[in-house]
């Protein structure tokens, strides 16, 4: 059978956090991949220079190009709308019966799994897999498989406000990553590359 990594969030925008965490579940289970399941955004609940559900589809594309045991899972962004994770899953486990998915979370997401809606079905389809977050206590009633990876504290806003504010997100950010957020003026960023 063969075993997925989900990795879900807005990835807005996708940080090495993300990917430090996805390498590190898929070399502790011996995973096949990883797959980045960016949510989809309510349009109104987007501010003045975000990056949209395509937008951050392709970013986190850039994200994870040099590694090939990466993949993006476009489900929700293209089905729009606000998705639980219980139909997510319930939708991929239907269209794929000989996969075994491992639903990657952090510790907030850990905190708070007993407010998941449909959660007692949700840990009957897929085996969570909790990875430790700074200030979160990682504690639940139900099945989580943690795996050690090093902590970094590094949240997408921070990174947003960054780039507002025009300071470095350098090594924060893969490369092509901010490359794209400059070309697209992203965050209220504006371009540093010359039209020459």
């Known amino acids: 059978m063969k075993k997925v990594g989900l990795l879900g969030g807005t990835f807005n925008p996708p940080h090495i956090g993300h990917l430090i965490m996805a390498n590190e579940v898929f070399h502790a289970l011996e995973l096949d991949e990883v797959r980045f399941l960016p949510n989809a955004l309510p349009p109104h609940k987007q501010a003045p220079h975000d990056a949209s559900d395509d937008k951050r589809l392709e970013m986190v594309k850039r994200a994870i190009q040099p590694y090939p045991h990466f993949r993006v899972e476009s489900y929700e962004v293209d089905k729009g709308g606000v998705s ?32 998941w809606y449909c959660i007692d079905e949700l840990v009957e389809l897929v085996q969570f897999v909790g990875v430790k977050r700074p200030k979160t206590e990682a504690l639940t009633e ?48 504006r371009t540093v590359f010359s039209s020459d």
């Open 84 to 115: 639980y994770s219980y139909n997510t899953l319930a939708a991929l486990c239907e269209k794929e019966p000989t996969v075994k998915f491992y639903f990657i979370i952090g510790g907030d997401m850990i905190d708070s799994l007993h407010t």
């Open 142 to 189: 139900y099945p989580v498989l943690m795996v050690e990876v090093p902590q970094i504290d590094l949240s997408s806003t921070l990174i947003r406000e960054r780039l507002a504010t025009g300071r470095t997100v350098t090594f924060l950010l893969p490369e092509a990553v901010e490359t794209f957020i400059r070309e697209e003026g992203l965050y209220g960023t």
